[in-house]
């Protein structure tokens, strides 16, 4: 099977038979704030994603507009691709070093040992 195809599988449930999707957000303490960079406890995370590595920092807490800013600034900084999803930022390749130093100049804090 090539990479590029998915998989089209049926399995025959049917939610309109009374079977209702759960969507609940991801829970966290300060879920629903707005909180100021030197307020955010950030830690770092590594995933392979189809053989490559993505570092993932989180988890921000600020408006849309804001996390968006601080990303296409990482991001032109480090010279890298990357996302912001589920209140983490992801970039491509193992780049915790580069990304630390930057993000405490813009003022925000991370987990002891992160």
Known sequence: MSRGKKLDLFIGADIDDG????????????MGEDLEPSKHQLFFAKEKRRGKVVTLVGEF????????????LLKKKLGCGGAFKDNMMEFQGDLKDKIRPLLVTEGFKFK???
């Open 112 to 114: 002891p040992k992160h």
């Open 19 to 30: 079977w209702a999707e759960v969507q609940s957000p991801r829970k966290s303490k300060v």
């Open 61 to 72: 807490f600020m408006p849309k507009e804001t996390t968006d800013k601080v990303l296409k």
